[in-house]
Structure formats: C-alpha cells, structure tokens
C-alpha cells in the first residue's frame, strides 16, 4: 500500500508538470515560465526548490550529532541567502530583463567573465543534483526494502523528474512546486506531531536536544573555531547568490515586488520548516534509543527513515516519503533546468550564434537530457558521499569567483572587466590552493581565502591602469 501511494503521488506530479507544459510555447515560456508567476507560486517555487534531501535527511543527521552549530551553512546560511537574494539583488536584476544569470555579467563585464562565470556556475551545480539523485536512490531502495537497488532507484527518480522538466521547463517545475510546498509542510508537521507523541510530548523532546547540548549556536572562542564558522555560515549564504536557479525565480515573477518579496518569504519559509526534521530525529533519540545510537555511529541519515518505517503507522509512511519525494524531486527538477538554460544561453549561442526561438527552444530541452545523463554518471561515481556535504561543498567555488563581480558590478560603478578577471583569478586562484595544497584548508577555510582574494583582486583591478577594457565599458566605468 505505502508502495502504491507513493506511486500514485509520482504520477500525480508527473500529470502537473506535462499539463503546465501546455504553456510553453517559446524559449522565455520555457526558461522564465514567461515572466508571469503570481506571488504564492514564486515562494513556492522558490522555498521548494531549496528544500531538498539534505534538509530532511542531511541537516537532521548533522542536527542531531553537533547540534546548531553544525548546520550553520544550511538551514541558516541557504535561508539568508534568499532573504538577501529579495533585498538587495532582486529588483536590480529584475529590471535588467535577462534570460540567465550568466546574461548579466556579460552586459556588465563582456563575454570573458560571463564565460568564466557560467562555467563556475556550471560545475556548483553537479555537487548539487547528484545530491537529490543520490537522495532519490536511497528512498526508493528504503521503500521497496531493499528489492529496488540503490542505482536502479536513482535510475527511476530522475527519468520521473526528467519527464515532466524536459516538457515544460519553468511552467512545470513551478506548478510542481507549488504542489511538492504543500505536501513538504502538511507531511512534515504531521509527522512531527506524531514524534511528539511516541516521544512522550514536546517538552521531553526539547529536553533531551537541551541535554545533548543541540540548541548550542556559536562555536568555542577560538580564532580557528570561528574563521571555521564563518566560512560555513558564509559558503551557502552568499555562494548561492549568484546561480541560476535563484535568478529563475526572480526573473519569472510578474513584476518587482513580486520579485523582492517572493525570496524573503520563501527564505523565512524555508528555516520555519527546515527546523522540523530536526525535531522529528531527536525525538527519534527517545523513541528508539539503541537503533539512534547504531545509526548514529554508522550512517546518521538513516535514523529518520527508520524511524518512519519502524515505529509509526502506514498514514505517517505515505506523509514522510510523500514530504521526502517532494523536497527531492522539486530540488532535483529546478537543477536539472538551470545548469542547462546557462549552459545554452551563455556558451552555447557563442558557438553557435544566430539560433531562432524554435532552435533554441529545441536546444535547451535536447540540452536537459545531457546535463541529466552527466549528472547521473557524476552521481555513481561519488556514491557513498554524506548529501549534506555534497552540498556545502558545491558552492565554494561560486562564493571564490563569481560572488564579488556580481556585487561590485550592481552596486560599485567603477568596477571594471580588469577588475572582475582579476577577481575571479586570484578568487579561485588561492581558494584552490587552500583546498588541495597540503593541509593549508585545515588552518583557514579554502572558500575565506577565496571570498578575500576575489575583493582584493577586485579593487586593484579596476583602480589601477586599466591593461584590460571590454569595448562595452563607459568612461565613468575606469578610472
């Protein structure tokens, strides 16, 4: 039965997505969901799209073995990155009437930082997506127990995703998400409830994560401890401004404000929510003591499952891996879909310029399944990596080279070409030294190095003479 309710709910989601890619009639339908999405749908599709498998299976685990402190970069960093995305970078871009986030560092900085930039974004995403495929394999080998491998699960979860984002682009995955948003809040509060009871109430809960010393936020006063939490608090939070999946979201709104205030309340949205699977797995603590403590000590991401699975009745199975599957697929879907628009838009069209809408069109979706294939081989070969860190980890060379020049060119009027190459030289430059020279990234966080070599190089390379100028640049924008 838990089974063929999960099966009925993939193919609901499927049914969605091909029915909202009736809209899609060009390029922009595809890429922007033709730049008419209402409010609700934008912070649907915004906090659904965030909301993935490390959320409810990555960040629980980290949750429960180190407590606040150690999900720092994600729920807390990701939800403050969308609450800055809305209020300071979204009507700016906006107004800009791009297709890609790649589009504006080519208006700002020419053709050789767009490149440069779209490639960082580019590779940020498969860390990503291999995550929620690698996510997808483990549901579906948990709910057949065992009969469904691993591979053939993460095989069946992405040509469900693949199927309805191949047909309708951003019309589908908004419409999906709006319904996976849903199912996420109604499935994981219900299931909180239900922890709560088997725990013993709320209060033993919150007592025993008091115990454990979870709720503690900040780290021991040590320079080293510190430089360490600020570069996971930073990585997430400013590292995913500029992709392309957030640029999306801001870019398909219908007008500004719907694209200011979409991304603060899906941010807020989205740390509310993320908080609940980490109550659910320290109740888990309570409920089976000697189970957590197995799972902890051999694969933390596996103690909230198995609670579900064995100790809570087949209403609240269908709930869990209904909210499960949604947060995967509603992830997977939206990085399936940016990486790919990128990739056509700010690589693509520079080899092959003058492609009409319908060869364009045509391209993007011929281009989604080849992203998705890469990705999925990307998946197998990293399997048996922690989700959670798969993540974190994608975004530090996003944080190193593409942050600094997306915020100096909106925001200081003489930053130069000069000034953002250099950037993202000595940006990526040094962060990859710290991160695979000897143990230097064990002294001082690789992606810190990075974020202070990319303003360095920022300054000075658009305050000194400038050797290198894109032909678009105005006076005012040199020294």
Request: aromatic share 10%.
């Amino acid at each position: 039965m838990l089974i063929g309710a999960i099966a009925l709910y993939l193919l609901l989601t499927v049914v969605v997505g091909l029915l909202a890619a009736r809209r899609v009639h060009s390029a922009k339908d595809f890429a922007l969901a033709g730049r008419s999405l209402p409010l609700y749908v934008v912070v649907a599709t915004t906090f659904a799209t965030w909301f993935g498998s490390e959320l409810v299976l990555g960040v629980s685990a980290k949750f429960v073995e180190g407590g606040f402190n150690a999900v720092i970069e994600d729920p807390v960093g990701s939800s403050f990155c969308l609450i800055l995305v809305g209020l300071f970078f979204a009507r700016k871009l906006y107004k800009k009437t791009l297709l890609t986030i790649g589009d504006y560092y080519r208006q700002r900085f020419g053709p050789a930082v767009e490149g440069l930039c779209s490639l960082m974004i580019l590779l940020s995403y498969l860390g990503w997506v291999a995550a929620q495929i690698t996510a997808l394999g483990l549901v579906f080998n948990l709910l057949s127990d065992g009969a469904i491998p691993v591979l053939a699960g993460m095989a069946i979860g992405t040509g469900v995703v693949l199927v309805y984002t191949l047909f309708g682009g951003m019309w589908s995955v908004a419409m999906t998400d709006l319904v996976q948003m849903i199912v996420i809040v109604l499935g994981l509060v219900a299931i909180a409830v239900m922890a709560a009871d088997l725990a013993g109430g709320t209060d033993r809960v919150l007592a025993v994560a008091t115990e454990r010393d979870l709720f503690r936020f900040l780290p021991e006063p040590s320079a080293h401890d510190w430089l360490f939490f600020v570069g996971a608090a930073v990585t997430l939070m400013f590292g995913s401004i500029p992709q392309q999946d957030v640029f999306q979201r801001v870019m398909a709104a219908k007008d500004a404000d719907t694209a200011a205030r979409g991304p603060v309340l899906g941010g807020l949205l989205y740390l509310l929510v993320g908080l609940v699977p980490m109550f659910i797995v320290t109740s888990a603590l309570l409920v089976m003591p000697e189970e957590a403590t197995a799972l902890l000590a051999d694969d933390p991401q596996k103690i909230l499952p198995t609670l579900i699975l064995q100790h809570m009745p087949l209403v609240a199975q269908v709930f869990f891996f209904g909210a499960l599957l949604s947060a995967i697929m509603s992830t997977a879907s939206a990085t399936l879909l940016a990486p790919s628009t990128i990739f056509v838009e700010n690589v693509l069209r520079h080899l092959r310029p003058g492609m009409d809408d319908a060869t364009l069109l045509r391209t993007l979706r011929v281009t989604v399944v080849g992203f998705t294939a890469l990705v999925f081989a990307y998946a197998v070969f990293v399997e048996g990596t922690p989700i959670y860190d798969m993540v974190a980890s994608a975004y530090q060379i996003t944080l190193a080279g593409a942050f600094v020049p997306l915020v100096a060119g909106l925001y200081w009027k003489r930053a130069t070409t000069q000034g953002a190459l250099l950037s993202i030289v000595l940006g990526i430059g040094l962060w990859a030294v710290f991160t695979f020279v000897g143990d230097l990234g064990e002294h001082f966080p690789a992606q810190l190095a990075g974020l202070g070599a990319g303003v360095l190089g920022m300054v000075l390379g658009s305050l000194l003479p400038q050797g290198v100028r894109d032909k678009h640049e105005k006076p005012h924008d040199v020294v």
